[in-house]
């Protein structure tokens, strides 16, 4: 597995950096804390993640919960009507790995987020960051 490059950005809440994956242009992971967030703070944490990937020019990124709080349903809807769309617009974004380690939970958040998506988007869930990577790199 390809580790982290230093991170992008960081709060107590989650830490975003690029992982270098050649032969592709890699991607973004961000790592989430057990931290309870607001919902201000959740979408500057996104607007984070979207600035990583324009910068690294990378349409992939894993997501690792690590008992992350639940997402209020203001940001679910918000993810789902603009933060995605955005970026498979602006950005190509097409792949997200979900590392869970109570997957009903995140599965039930990603179906909301994706429901009324127009532009396909690829994700798929993972129990470990090894396979996440491994699933980002194919």
Do not use: K
Not at 25 to 42: K, M
Not at 47 to 63: D, I, Y
Not at 112 to 138: C, G, I, K, M, N
Request: proline share 11%; glycine share 4%; net charge negative.
């Amino acid at each position: 597995m390809n580790l982290p490059d230093s991170p992008y950005f960081q709060s107590p809440a989650a830490t975003i950096s690029h992982v270098s994956a050649l032969p592709t242009s890699g991607y973004i992971r961000l790592d989430w804390q057990p931290v309870a967030s607001t919902p201000a703070e959740l979408r500057a944490i996104y607007e984070q993640a979207f600035q990583a990937m324009r910068q690294h020019n990378t349409p992939s990124l894993m997501t690792v919960h690590n008992n992350r709080p639940p997402l209020p349903a203001e940001i679910q809807g918000w993810l789902g009507e603009v933060w995605v769309p955005r970026a498979i617009r602006e950005l190509g974004f097409g792949r997200c790995a979900v590392v869970e380690v109570n997957p009903p939970q995140s599965r039930q958040v990603v179906h909301t987020v994706t429901a009324a998506l127009e532009e396909p988007l690829e994700y798929q869930f993972f129990s470990t960051p090894e396979a996440a990577d491994a699933w980002l790199r194919s």
